[in-house]
T-cell receptor, first 114, second 114 residues
Framework: DSGVTQTPKHLITATGQRVTLRCSPR?????VYWYQQSLDQGLQFLIQ???????AKGNILERFSAQQFPDLHSELNLSSLELGDSALYFC?????????????FGSGTRLTVV | AQKITQTQPGMFVQEKEAVTLDCTYD???????LFWYKQPSSGEMIFLIY??????QNATEGRYSLNFQKARKSANLVISASQLGDSAMYFC???????????FGKGTRLHILP
């Protein structure tokens, strides 16, 4: 167990629907990062939150949004889902900006859009 | 432009042999960090090794070492005495300057043959 908890582990939903992915960072970590990993693709950075505020944004679609709550857990909201949104979504957390250990990753949420 | 390039989509290596996974990077920052992560078939992301741009010695962690050639912007991962359990996807990644997010390459799928 890495200490980063992602729920649910698997999600199957229909096109056009909206889903919420949840992440609880490792205890003491203030930063949360979201990544998308599509089939045979590397990890694409979506967005980062630090202590409740958005800190960096990657190639995140307008249909996607995220937030980090006062208890530091984060949610990634995906709406108007398309088949191409099927992917493994990772949450990661870190305590330091310049940690030599990078991030601690959760086990991911596998989203299948049918 | 690609920040992280991994030119080997897949590799097959005999068990107990050493393996070198290639990674080149592109940055104009003087301060940056380089990472390698392993992703087994189970899907989780496992941190392997870190190299800071100012580190004079190559990083080592057990059977993993990072062959850092700064002038060539190369950060190859070397796995000594490969084992069947090393079969996985391997990602090279970089964090630039004061930027907090880590950018990943597309990965190399390593197959260890018995």
């Amino acid at each position: 167990d890495s200490g980063v908890t992602q729920t649910p582990k698997h999600l199957i939903t229909a096109t056009g629907q909206r889903v919420t992915l949840r992440c609880s960072p490792r205890s003491g970590d203030l930063s949360v990062y979201w990544y998308q990993q599509s089939l045979d693709q590397g990890l694409q950075f979506l967005i980062q939150y630090y202590n409740g505020e958005e800190r960096a944004k990657g190639n995140i679609l307008e249909r996607f949004s995220a937030q980090q709550f006062p208890d530091l857990h984060s949610e990634l909201n995906l709406s108007s889902l398309e088949l191409g949104d099927s992917a493994l979504y990772f949450c990661a957390s870190s305590v330091l900006v310049d940690s030599p250990y990078g991030y601690t990753f959760g086990s991911g949420t596998r989203l299948t859009v049918v | 432009a690609q920040k992280i390039t991994q030119t080997q989509p897949g590799m097959f290596v005999q068990e107990k042999e050493a393996v070198t996974l290639d990674c080149t990077y592109d940055t104009s920052d003087q301060s940056y960090g380089l990472f390698w992560y392993k992703q087994p078939s189970s899907g989780e992301m496992i941190f392997l090794i870190y190299q800071g741009s100012y580190d004079e010695q190559n990083a080592t962690e057990g059977r993993y070492s990072l062959n850092f050639q700064k002038a060539r912007k190369s950060a190859n991962l070397v796995i000594s005495a490969s084992q069947l359990g090393d079969s996985a996807m391997y990602f090279c990644a970089m964090r630039e300057g004061r930027d907090d997010k880590i950018i990943f390459g597309k990965g190399t799928r390593l197959h260890i043959l018995p």
